[in-house]
Antibody, heavy 118, light 106 residues
Framework: EVQLVESGGGLVQPGRSLKLSCVAS????????MTWIRQAPGKGLEWVAS????????YYPDSVKGRFTISRDNAKSTLYLQMNSLRSEDTATYYC???????????WGQGVMVTVSS | IMLTQSPATLSVTPGESISLSCRAS??????LHWYQQKPNESPRVLIK???QSISGIPSRFSGSGSGTDFTLNINRVEPEDFSVYYC?????????FGSGTKLEIK
């Protein structure tokens, strides 16, 4: 059974940093691209970052480029999201997802809440 | 690429058959995927590449379209189908989602 379990969320002040983790199990982690997607309270879904199966390439939307860094440790089957210079608009539930065929997201974690507030 | 979903909310009676729309701001071929999100749950994928089925998803869900206009059809809505539906394009970066259609009970 595929499982994605996020951790590391919480309350953080604007301008500070936070690092999310996602432990994967039930599939061969190093065969798949992985992606973080977020959802602000009561809002829709927003793609945040993607990483290739080897970790050799990463992709970001302009809204987080230069502030967020996605990475992975294939030996630990773990995905990370380093978030710096956090803003109130980064407040959201962050989902770890597996990207099937690079294009769509076939498994999602339960999500982890990040609240940016003073 | 912007995705516009309509309607924003659809009120239906269980047993009705419905269609939800997703329109892209430019052609995306069939690189369009549909998700369902129930309250307090993570989304799940329903349809890939506009019309391809996903293992484990009930056959009452189907998709169609290409280019800029796409449709998610639900044949005879069941009580468990009342949730929010999102479309997502993978034709070009950044991947984008529509704003969602909420399906509610009339």
């Amino acid at each position: 059974e595929v499982q994605l379990v996020e951790s590391g969320g919480g309350l953080v002040q604007p301008g500070r940093s936070l690092k999310l983790s996602c432990v994967a199990s039930g599939f061969t982690f190093n065969n798949y691209w992985m992606t973080w997607i977020r959802q602000a309270p009561g809002k829709g879904l927003e793609w945040v970052a993607s990483i290739t199966n080897t970790g050799g390439s990463t992709y970001y939307p302009d809204s987080v480029k230069g502030r967020f860094t996605i990475s992975r440790d294939n030996a630990k089957s773990t995905l990370y999201l380093q978030m710096n210079s956090l803003r109130s608009e980064d407040t959201a539930t962050y989902y770890c997802t597996r990207a099937e065929q690079l294009d769509y997201f076939d498994y999602w974690g339960q999500g982890v809440m990040v609240t940016v507030s003073s | 690429i912007m995705l516009t979903q309509s309607p924003a909310t659809l009120s239906v009676t269980p047993g009705e058959s419905i269609s939800l729309s997703c329109r892209a701001s430019q052609s995306i071929s069939t690189n369009l995927h549909w998700y369902q999100q129930k309250p307090n749950e993570s989304p799940r994928v329903l349809i890939k590449y506009a019309s391809q089925s996903i293992s484990g998803i009930p056959s009452r869900f189907s998709g169609s379209g290409s280019g800029t206009d796409f449709t998610l059809n639900i044949n005879r809505v069941e009580p468990e189908d009342f949730s929010v539906y999102y479309c997502q394009q993978s034709n070009s970066w950044p991947f984008t989602f529509g704003s969602g259609t909420k399906l509610e009970i009339k």
